[in-house]
């Protein structure tokens, strides 16, 4: 287990402490921009007692995956980036179906009632922002770009959003989408594609998935970054 022994315990308390297994709960941080489950495994596993490959196996059972409402595609969604407190020891299993009430939680009504007005699932609204945090860290912008992408959806206009390329690539040091790859065969490359992709390319914070719940009413469809490499764009309507 994971105990903090403070100054001033006394033997006997000390040992009582062991005798009942009053272990000290440790913080898990969960954060945003982790793209596969092996990743997540990996994370998992140097932060908790179980290992990597439990946390593996945990996140492709897919009885539990489906059980809890996932698919292949958006399971990672149930890591809604926070801080949590849980037990050193807390097995795989259990910490998914923690961060299944978690999930559920942050769903509340309000945030679903958003997305209904948007006409966007759950599962699409958290699709959305992992493009979003893909194309800006910048947060001022980030509700402008979901603009963006929802206006385009809505004239029925291919997303071409380029970080769903990269993500279709699935290699590592590309820093750059070239036209080369653009034809990339992936169900993930929205140029190729109408619509949204299957799942989430990242795991989007919760800041991302707000700027989708209440993203800025404009006309612009396109957007390029500024020459000041700061971050920001550009907005246009052609």
């Not at 958006?74 to 020891?89: G, R």
Request: glycine letters at 6%.
């Amino acid at each position: 287990g994971h105990y903090n022994i403070k100054a001033g315990l006394t033997n006997k308390e000390i040992i009582r402490i062991f005798a009942n297994g009053y272990q000290t709960p440790v913080k898990l941080q969960i954060n945003g921009y982790i793209r596969t489950r092996e990743s997540m495994a990996g994370y998992l596993g140097r932060r908790l007692y179980e290992d990597s490959t439990a946390f593996i196996t945990t996140l492709r059972d897919k009885s539990l995956m489906q059980s809890l409402g996932f698919k292949d595609e958006t399971y990672l969604s149930v890591f809604i980036p926070d801080t949590y407190e849980v037990w050193w020891t807390i097995s795989a299993e259990d910490l998914v179906r923690r961060m299944k009430k978690e999930y559920d939680a942050f769903w509340n009504e309000s945030r679903m009632a958003k997305a209904r007005q948007i006409g966007l699932s759950r599962d699409e609204v958290m699709t959305l922002a992992s493009i979003v945090i893909e194309e800006t860290k910048y947060e001022p912008e980030m509700p402008v770009i979901a603009g963006v992408y929802i206006n385009r959806l809505q004239k029925g206009m291919l997303l071409q959003a380029d970080p769903t390329v990269k993500f279709a690539l699935n290699t590592e040091g590309v820093t750059r989408i070239l036209n080369k790859h653009l034809t990339t065969d992936s169900p993930y490359n929205t140029y190729l594609h109408a619509g949204l992709p299957p799942g989430p390319i990242t795991i989007a914070p919760k800041v991302a998935i707000e700027a989708v719940l209440n993203y800025q009413h404009h006309n612009y469809l396109y957007f390029c970054a500024k020459d000041t490499f700061d971050g920001q764009h550009n907005f246009a309507v052609s």
